[in-house]
């Protein structure tokens, strides 16, 4: 529910080349809760630069108007023109109570 805001901002991290990669991705969505689906209009660009292809890791910080920010990590499952998928294997709360509470499986 909060990736899919508008207004978060979404900004991924990777291992690009000889240096990381960090850049934003407004496109990302969530279609269902084991996958992102983004890279598409201008942001495709930032995948491309950073030699970001199928299988990848990736990790995705959003971060809301609210005090409420999450940070998910995946790999890069599908690419294809003006689009990829990227397939959760990781996400986590980056705001109190408990900052680094793994959110993405049962307690």
């Known amino acids: ?3 899919n805001r508008m207004q978060a901002l979404k900004v991924v991290a990777a291992r690009g080349g000889a240096y990381p990669a ?3 991705d407004f496109s ?3 279609p269902d809760r084991a996958g992102l689906k983004g ?3 201008v942001f495709r660009r930032y995948y491309e630069e950073a030699s970001l292809g199928f299988g990848a890791e990736v990790a995705v910080a ?4 609210q005090p409420v920010a999450y940070q998910v990590k995946g790999v890069i499952a ?3 023109p003006g689009r990829l998928g990227i ?3 990781e996400a986590f709360t980056a705001t109190p109570p408990v900052p680094g509470e793994r959110v ?3 307690a």
Do not use: E, M
């Open 28 to 30: 990302l969505w969530t």
């Open 22 to 24: 960090i850049f934003p």
């Open 87 to 89: 397939r959760i294997t």
């Open 1 to 3: 529910d909060k990736i």
């Open 78 to 80: 599908t690419s294809g």
């Open 62 to 65: 959003v971060l809301t108007a």
């Open 39 to 41: 890279g598409s209009g």
């Open 104 to 106: 993405d499986r049962p």
